[in-house]
């Protein structure tokens, strides 16, 4: 198994802070190891990253709320992600919530599945097929009603070269689709990108919605990732009330060092200069999406 290098431990705060109410709308956990060991056969193992180390890089960050996304080392068991649900949110209002792997709408049964409801997971991970977890026609079909019956959203985790060939699967679904990482379009291509030209289609629909993150694995530059800029603002221009931000901390499966999150904020700041539009993205749009309570 590929050894992947750890996020930066010494994160720094963004200038200026972002506004109150502010949600990473994707993070993952990972380990101790010895409470939560991977599922047999893991495409990768991160170093462990735990909800303690999230709380308080958000803190420093100036986030108030966050998207645990379930990992698919984890696979349908989601131990690692209630756990950390259930400490984040613990003496207040649900500050966090999660969005599960599909796997356990096809392996998991009505009782598992509720319980991963209570605890305020609200949507489910269609990941891309290199990691791991596939399904039948049938099987697909079986989570997209279960996640519907739910009123969850459905995530689709683009493919590296980019999200085209994925979403005619996903293209007639009537709930909520928040589509990763920009689908992974190529920022040199621009409008000619077929990842950005489904995206943009799909887009003119009131139910798909996208995640501005990943910038530092999608550019070809590398920092400060200019390339990105128009990329992630011609997605914003599309659809500003449907665009939510995403750190990716820990940045699983990367083999260049993950940059620190200080910066990612202020790229995107850089993405949305204005305002109110930035606010919309950390603030109004994660609460919509995400049914968060009222803090």
């Known amino acids: 198994m590929p050894t992947y ?10 200038s200026p802070l972002p506004p109150g109410g502010s949600c ?6 990972f380990g101790p190891a ?8 893991a495409a990768y193992e991160m170093p462990t990253a735990t909800w303690q180390v999230a709380k308080q890089l958000h803190a420093t960050l100036g986030i108030e709320r966050g998207v ?3 990992a698919t080392t984890y696979g349908a ?14 003496g207040g209002p649900r500050r966090y ?16 599945v509720a ?23 049938a099987e697909q079909a079986r989570a997209f009603a279960r996640a519907k019956e739910l009123g969850w959203y459905v995530k689709v985790q683009p493919e590296p070269d980019g999200i085209a060939a994925q979403l005619d699967a996903f293209e007639e679904l009537d709930v909520p689709v928040l589509l990763d990482h920009m689908g992974r379009a190529d920022p040199e291509l621009g409008d000619s990108d077929p990842s950005l030209r489904r995206i943009l289609e799909l887009l003119k629909r009131g139910n798909f919605w996208v995640m501005l993150s990943l910038s530092e694995k999608i550019s070809k530059q590398g920092p400060p ?21 995403g750190s990716d901390w820990p940045h699983p499966v990367s083999v260049r060092q993950p940059p620190n999150e200080g910066s990612l904020m202020e790229l995107l700041y850089r993405f949305a200069p204005d305002e109110a539009v930035l606010r919309k993205i950390l603030v109004d749009n994660p609460t919509n999406l995400f049914q968060f309570q009222a803090l």
């Open 77 to 90: 068991d989601h131990a690692v992600v209630l756990d950390a649900l259930q400490h984040l949110n613990a």
């Open 97 to 112: 919530v999660g969005c599960a792997n599909a796997a356990v709408l096809v392996e998991g049964d009505d009782a598992t």
């Open 68 to 70: 645990i996304v379930q």
């Open 225 to 245: 990732w200019d390339d990105v800029v128009p990329l992630a603002q011609r997605l914003i221009e599309a659809a500003p009330d449907r665009c939510v931000w």
């Open 34 to 41: 010895d409470r939560f060991p991977v599922r047999p056969g």
């Open 24 to 29: 990473d709308s994707q993070f993952h956990v």
């Open 115 to 137: 319980k991963l409801h209570d605890a305020g997971i609200r949507g489910a991970r269609f990941t891309r097929g290199g990691l791991g977890i596939s399904f039948s026609p």
């Open 5 to 14: 290098l750890p996020f930066d431990p010494h994160p720094r705060a963004p």
